[in-house]
């Protein structure tokens, strides 16, 4: 469900020295060959052909062609010389039985339904067995009320409606996409008492904003709906009814009444074509600024009896059974390290950007691997290709077959990467940064087929080229800029969710990496609709799939280098710098947030925004919340610095490795195997316990972004201040558990 | 000509010990009473009244209810015993005898004419003899061209278009209004090579992006025209055949061709309506970001033989009448020091707005200083109240007037204060810095139909509330923030041009000001279109013309004020923090442009603008034009903070006043009286003669928009270094000459 491609983001820049890179040095040296061999082995056509089949039907979870796709999987797997199997789960996954929107006042006419055929993408017109356009996991119902538009319908925007005394009680809130997850729309309204949700792709954001609208170029046509899932993934993800256990058919379940993250209002995702017919008719005072988008009128918030709506859905809230194909291919000297590899193969009509280009880039890798093995090489670990199922509705496939098999994984799984939906552009990169060099170093040595340069390179040049001229920068863009300038590696991006790896990180602690190309091209103007198809794919986002095959290039040397050698080479002085810069966010975060409420105090107590009110457009001074208390971060602020003197010492521990006695080296490698599961505490974050990860997690108000140190992050942020004097207690205890496992280390090699 | 309604802009707060404070304080003692007795005589009724008939017929420059409004107003100004006149010039007017506009391929289509009528504005249907959207002094001439998309026309949008190897030459260039002055549209596409030139307005700044459209709300409709000057006023506004001189009908004359005030190459202003027919059939890249306006389509920069337009426009070139009534009110005890007082009366269609709004308030002061002489009052100073006609097309009555008047305004003129179009609203007010204290002392005293607080009290909150939670502030806006918390005085901001006090200021060295309201309502929505009506001004921009009558009160404060007591009520600490910050801008200026220079060429010696472009719209390195050097200010920087010194020593001097002989009163009056014209030199800045003020000028590439210490600063930014030395020179010479003045104040007080 990967939204769009991101660059590079904003993580501190190292400046430790490159302890590593002796291991990944000479890991290429020695996988030279093997790499040469990889590439090889990689085709577009092959990708192309799978991709033309994969998509050529809808795939979404409990369709016959995603089964089939699974079955293909399966036998192309077991062809390649991969021990295969499909793992099967029971999920609620609910689909529609009806979908009704219509304008009722101020006259009646007929919205929403499928999405209209484009003469130029043949697929567009071979609608049989596709699902309508709706939000899976919202709530059934049927109302008719007032609209009242609520821009991304975020918190700050539930604000600037309150400045304006307009309530959303018992009203259908009609919500833009952006500005925060889908899923976060309806989940706010219902909070704040709405009887339904309309959420539309505006133009400015996702339209012709950025691109020609489809056929002509990539963008999303007026009629153009983006599909996804509601469900409360901030609580959990995977199948609501079997939150931290898979969902076997034997498995003790919820009902969908008392299953926290099914939503209970109905919710629609409509066109920017549909949305024009409410948005022109809404009364109240005219929105300026960024709580408009691009649509031809002015903005109105509404709210009044002139425009109502009625919204109807009605699900079949079966269960359906999933699909996962998992390949192994056994390690020779450590089986029981897994390196583990996923991408998920349900989309929500042919998926053929979300997710097939990834999954076919994977599938190259599966098959180049296989030709390794039939040349008589195996990896020194265990290697486990996972193509999950029902990843759009909510990570079901890979969060259940995580659950299942936790103990294992926690065990075992010494890595996870993930892949999605991929495009041509630039390389991107999010996950653990103590993999932040290992990721860099690969992309030192994978070509951009447009440039001729490294994919790294490349990625350089263009965090350059926009930061030209660019005098409003952000902090976070102004280190990966030095970075760039400077030619070394560049910062990764933190993971929230939207992807495969949240069971992997978030729940157990495995360290994950999320990867793929972007930023040209379609620009995922066709997400989640009819119009993801083969035709756009190759007309716009990736032609001739020549980026999936530089994505298995990058991703099949992580894998290949993770699974070979004594370590996964990862480097703890870039985590080390990371914490603390993510440390230094979070007090003046607190200190920002303290200085705002006193201004506001301030502003109130002088009238301020009564006598600034403009008559056309009254309001009263925002909600008077108190003042932000001053919160102590000494134990915080202490970890953070002990972290980086045991990473520093650590690091040149493991630089030193091959000196040490095996004996030694043994121990040393024991203890910083499993040393990112030490960022799990097992009680999780205030009022969200699978989530256990103190270091990242996805926003609870943001949905996909992440937020590091959560516990402690958003805690200030909601205002609940007792949780974060407590968070900062247990985050720094999970920062110096881990110091404590690198001083370990550093005192085995000795 | 003003567009739209600035806050307070911009300036450096008042650091030094309130020195004048005396003055306007015992003056508004002194007249309290009288501006009482002022106030009484303002009435909204009177304002309407005239507003309505001098808007009910076209008044632009020529037409016959021009003349009648300029005979009507002098028959009011002597009904309320001025001794009034009306002074005539003889200036080239271009008027249009036809104008062409069609589309030619990919179809035929023809655009342009006269702007549609809308019902509920009866106006909008009677346009008898109302001149067609055009813009005054372009070039005539008929061409056929394919047609470029420029965004705003400026130098960085060409800069844009090179880096895509997109040229204009022999090309129609299509300009949305915005981002610099309309007349710097055609001028640059002429440089540039282009044959014609396209103005809209687009929905983005000036349409549905901000308001509903007409007649829902205030908003420029689909089918709205911005007429206009693109008469090259960055060299001397004026009548083009006889710069530096009065258009008295003896005057020689340049002729048309040699007038370097008139363009060359035909250029229309168009609607979103018909620009939409030509953006949404042009070819090439898609823009994304800032260079895209609100149309709902995506925008391309064209250039293709694709879209060709035929482009003709025929024009009356015959001298034209102005009517400018002068009104004086002689002073009592200093007759030969006049306070002089302006707005135009001159509109493009019925100009209800602009400038009737302003006019009508300056009739309302007249007709009530007019009552108060009838009591037997006079003023110290001699006031003269002036109605310009020939505004729009290029300052013309007020700079032929001034030219003509030069050297007794040289003499006598201690203070000009100009208005214009005026709005419901926040106060603005821009001017001679040394003048900052008396606008604010003003502001004060005036209170806010709306909030019952002063104009100044609401000015502030507006400043603070718009800056709560704003955390992306430019320098000027944090010092405009800082002041409104400290409530104390307000900045003022640098006058530019684009209404009538530029004659007075840039050209004689004359104290400016110009004042007004607006910043709610239309909001400038009917700007030069035939929808700037009576219907339009009542219904959205100043309903019941409250707000003039405000204006009206504020006005009539400093005028009374200036007119009477010991002197105009100037601090000279305020004008030398100011410059004091103008020269520190102009340090960064340079530093920073070498410090972009420096990074354009490593990163072009790099090759990363070619590694970073996407094929879909691939660019190319900007221009390299070297490296800024190092520019000794030195000169510049002693003289600044040498005018510091002087400031405060002759505030404190001016504060001792009272207590001085007569005779060391008078030198030091003397002395004070025609301070501001020091900062003129009399060879101008470069290229522009005309404009001899080396503090304040508009800009030559932003038109209306101030350059402060211009010789300086505008020769850094176009790179002319050799004339950025000798105007660091000329203008430490300007302050030095100002601050010798102030010195020797200093010494005739002691």
Redesign the interface.
């Known amino acids: 469900m990967t939204m769009i491609a991101r660059l590079f983001a904003t993580v501190s820049l190292l400046s430790l020295p490159a302890a590593g890179i002796a291991q990944v040095a000479s890991a290429a040296d020695d996988g030279k060959q093997i790499e040469r061999t990889f590439d090889a082995q990689i085709s577009s056509a092959d990708q192309l052909a799978w991709l033309r089949d994969m998509s050529s039907a809808p795939n979404h979870v409990g369709s016959p062609h995603n089964r089939a796709n699974a079955e293909m999987q399966l036998a192309l797997f077991k062809e390649w010389g991969w021990d295969a199997r499909i793992e099967t789960f029971q999920v609620l996954y609910p689909t529609p039985i009806s979908t009704t929107l219509e304008l009722v006042a101020p006259e009646r006419t007929t919205l929403g339904g499928q999405e209209p055929a484009v003469a130029e993408d043949p697929s567009s017109a071979n609608l049989q067995g596709a699902l309508p356009p709706y939000v899976a996991y919202q709530g059934d119902g049927d109302v008719t009320a007032p609209v009242v538009y609520v821009n991304y319908g975020m918190p700050d925007d539930y604000d600037a409606l309150a400045a304006r005394g307009i309530s959303v009680k018992g009203k259908i809130v009609l919500a833009r996409y952006g500005g925060g997850w889908r899923g976060l729309k309806p989940k706010l309204a219902q909070e704040h008492g709405a009887a339904g949700c309309l959420i539309y792709s505006d133009?400015a954001d996702d339209g012709?904003?950025?691109?020609?609208?489809f056929p002509r170029?990539g963008?999303r046509p007026a009629g153009g709906v983006q599909r996804g899932s509601v469900q409360d993934m901030t609580q959990y993800p995977g199948d609501p009814l079997t939150p931290g256990v898979g969902a076997t058919a034997g498995a003790k379940r919820l009902t969908r009444a008392t299953a926290p993250t099914i939503l209970k209002i109905p919710a629609l995702p409509i066109s920017y074509g549909d949305a024009t017919k409410i948005m022109s008719r809404l009364e109240g005072p005219?929105i300026?600024g960024r709580a408009?988008g691009?649509?031809?009128?002015?903005y109105h918030w509404g709210g009044t009896d002139a425009v109502k709506v009625h919204l109807a859905v009605k699900s079949d809230w079966s269960l359906k059974t999933l699909y996962d194909v998992i390949a192994v291919m056994p390690g020779k000297t450590r089986p029981e390290e897994w390196v583990v590899r996923g991408n998920h193969h349900d989309g929500w009509v042919f998926g053929a950007s979300d997710p097939l280009t990834g999954q076919v880039a994977l599938m190259s890798e599966a098959k180049a691997i296989g030709a390794l093995a039939k040349t008589g090489w195996r990896p020194d670990r265990t290697i486990v290709y996972a193509s999950w199922d029902g990843e759009e509705p909510g990570l079901l496939g890979s969060t259940e077959w995580v659950e299942a098999h936790a103990a294992e994984l926690a065990r075992k799984a010494v890595l996870y990467i993930n892949t999605d939906g991929n495009g041509r552009?630039f390389l991107y990169a999010e996950g653990s940064h103590d993999l932040q060099h290992f990721v860099n170093a690969a992309a030192r040595d994978v070509t951009d087929p447009?440039?001729s340069?490294s994919v790294l390179?490349?990625a350089q040049?263009?965090v350059?080229?926009?930061g030209?001229?660019d005098t409003?920068r952000r902090d976070d863009d102004a280190i990966a800029l030095a970075a760039a300038r400077a030619g070394g590696d560049m910062p990764i991006g933190a993971l929230g969710s939207g992807s495969d790896y949240s069971a992997f990180l978030q729940h157990l602690g495995i360290p994950s990496l999320d990867i793929g190309f972007g930023?040209?091209?379609g620009g995922g103007g066709s997400y989640h609709s009819i119009y993801d198809s083969f035709y756009h794919v190759t007309k716009f986002d990736d032609p001739g799939l020549v980026y999936g095959a530089v994505l298995s290039k990058m991703v099949g040397r992580l894998v290949l280098r993770a699974a070979d050698g004594p370590r996964v080479p990862a480097r703890y002085g870039d985590f080390a710098t990371t914490v603390s810069r993510y440390v230094g966010e979070v007090k003046k975060l607190a200190a920002d947030q303290r200085e705002?409420d006193r201004?506001?105090r301030d502003?109130t107590r002088?009238?301020?925004?009564?006598?600034?009110?403009?008559?056309?457009d009254p309001t009263i001074a925002?909600a008077n919340r108190g003042v932000t208390p001053l919160i102590d971060m000494l134990a915080l602020e202490d970890a953070a610095d002990r972290l980086g003197r045991s990473a520093h010492d650590a690091d040149a521990a493991v630089e030193r490795m091959a000196t040490l006695t095996p004996a030694a080296q043994a121990r040393m490698l024991a203890l910083l195997r499993s040393i990112d599961q030490l960022l799990i505490d097992p009680a999780g974050l205030p009022g969200r316990p699978w989530f256990r990860n103190l270091v990242y997690a996805p926003g609870t108000l943001t949905g996909y972004g992440a937020k590091t140190l959560p516990g402690v992050r958003e805690a200030i942020e909601q205002r609940r201040f007792a949780d974060a004097t407590t968070y900062v207690t247990r985050t720094a205890a999970v920062l110096n558990a881990y110091a404590d496992r690198l001083d370990a280390a550093a005192v085995a090699a000795k």
């Open positions: 133009p012709y904003g950025e691109r020609d609208p170029g963008g005219v300026e408009r691009g649509l031809a009128l002015a552009g447009q440039t340069v390179d490349r040049a263009n350059r080229a926009s030209y001229g409003s930023g040209e091209g705002k201004a506001l502003l002088e009238d301020v925004f009564k006598l600034a009110s403009n008559p056309d925002p």
